[in-house]
């Protein structure tokens, strides 16, 4: 499995290329530090959808030696991994310009990217080539733009809810929110495995 997870970095040589000079021009631009953790969390894993999608690497995949299990697995396991990786090389280029970020930027942007994943993987596989890139950059755009409004509206809304969670303390408001996207993450990945089992290539 280690080797399918290993696969995604030596098919997109050329686009981790562009992966530096891309979260550059974020922190630059003076994007915020959560958006820029979000973005180079989607970079890889993304990518590799999207290539996997033109070339059907799919049936390639199936004729190997590997489970639907472990292919799903390594899809979710390369994920995080990825992500692990991006977000150490985009706090190393806020260091190094001086640029300022805390631990609260990383674990939102890795949070966003988890729950961002755990809603579009499946989609890889319910949906026909052709249509999944296009879907989920549009679901991207939406996050990124709409998704704070969002917030703040439903925040204003249900405000004896967002009351109760500002009175917490801000290890169970961590702990809990960790345990909930663990949780999302997990479900999905369960979902994608039960729709890959039932796929015809």
Same mark, same amino acid.
């Given at each position: 499995?280690?080797h399918?997870?290993?696969?995604?970095?030596?098919?997109?040589?050329?686009?981790?290329?562009?992966f530096?000079?891309?979260?550059?021009?974020?922190i630059?631009?003076?994007?915020h530090p959560?958006?820029?953790?979000?973005?180079?969390? &989607?970079?890889?894993?993304?990518n590799t959808?999207?290539?996997?999608?033109m070339a059907e690497t799919?049936?390639?995949?199936?004729?190997?030696?590997y489970?639907?299990?472990?292919?799903?697995?390594a899809?979710?396991?390369?994920?995080v991994?990825?992500? &692990?990786i991006?977000?150490g090389?985009t706090?190393?280029?806020?260091?190094?310009?001086?640029?300022?970020?805390s631990?609260?930027?990383?674990?939102? /942007?890795? /949070?966003?990217f988890?729950?961002f994943?755990?809603?579009?993987?499946?989609l890889?596989?319910?949906?026909?080539?052709?249509?999944i890139?296009?879907?989920?950059?549009? /679901?991207?755009?939406?996050?990124?733009t709409m /998704?704070?409004?969002?917030?703040?509206y439903?925040a204003?809304?249900f405000?004896a809810i967002?009351?109760?969670?500002m009175?917490?303390?801000?290890?169970i408001?961590?702990?809990g929110?960790?345990?909930?996207?663990?949780?999302?993450?997990?479900?999905?990945?369960?979902?994608?495995?039960?729709?890959?089992?039932?796929?015809?290539f």
């Amino acid at each position: 499995m280690f080797h399918l997870i290993k696969r995604d970095v030596i098919l997109q040589k050329k686009q981790l290329l562009i992966f530096i000079p891309f979260i550059l021009f974020f922190i630059f631009m003076d994007v915020h530090p959560v958006l820029t953790f979000l973005v180079a969390s &989607v970079f890889i894993p993304f990518n590799t959808y999207a290539y996997d999608e033109m070339a059907e690497t799919n049936i390639l995949l199936n004729s190997l030696p590997y489970t639907r299990n472990e292919i799903i697995a390594a899809r979710y396991l390369g994920a995080v991994f990825y992500m &692990v990786i991006a977000i150490g090389l985009t706090s190393a280029a806020f260091f190094s310009f001086g640029k300022l970020f805390s631990i609260t930027d990383i674990a939102l /942007g890795s /949070g966003l990217f988890l729950l961002f994943a755990a809603c579009t993987f499946p989609l890889f596989y319910i949906l026909k080539p052709g249509y999944i890139t296009t879907v989920v950059l549009i /679901g991207f755009i939406l996050l990124s733009t709409m /998704g704070p409004p969002v917030f703040l509206y439903l925040a204003e809304q249900f405000s004896a809810i967002t009351d109760f969670i500002m009175n917490l303390s801000i290890p169970i408001v961590y702990t809990g929110s960790t345990v909930l996207i663990m949780l999302i993450y997990l479900l999905s990945w369960g979902l994608s495995t039960a729709i890959y089992q039932r796929k015809v290539f």
